[in-house]
C-alpha cells in the first residue's frame, strides 16, 4: 500500500461531477491538479502531488486533463498550468498556480486541517442532540 496513489482521474464531465458531488455530501475537501501531459512543470509537480494524497487520505484529490476536458478548463476559467483548485462544499475556496511545492502542501494542509477540525464539529454536535 506504501505507493499506492489516492488520486482520482477525471476523464469526463460526468466523472467529474460525480466525484464533487459525493465529496460535498461528505463534507470533503477537494484538491484539484488541472494539468496538460505536455507541460513540464505540470510533470514536475505529479510526484508531489500523489505523495500528498497518500498523506491526507480523507481529502479528495482529482486530476484533470484539460485538454481532454476543456470546457471544464473554461467554466473553471484556467488560465495557466500547473493550476490547484481547493473546494469546498462544491465551491473553489483558493487556487493556486505554478508549480510551487512548499505552498501547495502549506495550502492542503492548512485546508485538510480545517475540514478535519469542521467535521469534527459535526459529529460532537450530532452525538450531544
Known sequence: MGDQCFVN???SLAAWEQRI?????????????????WCGPCKYMRPHFDNLSRRYPHVLFLRV????LRSLAIDMDIQGF???????????IERLL???????????ALHA????HYSHALTSHHALS
Do not use: H, W, Y
Not at 458531488?21 to 501531459?37: F, H, P
Not at 500547473?82 to 473553489?92: A, V, Y
Not at 486541517?113 to 478535519?116: P, R, S, V
Open 9 to 11: 482521474i477525471c476523464e
Open 65 to 68: 486533463d484539460i485538454d481532454q
Open 113 to 116: 486541517q480545517q475540514m478535519n
Open 21 to 37: 458531488v459525493e465529496a460535498t455530501s461528505q463534507s470533503r475537501l477537494v484538491v484539484v491538479d488541472c494539468m496538460a501531459r
Open 82 to 92: 500547473p493550476t490547484f483548485i481547493f473546494i469546498k462544499n462544491g465551491r473553489e
Open 98 to 108: 505554478g508549480a510551487n511545492k512548499e505552498e501547495l502542501q502549506q495550502k492542503v
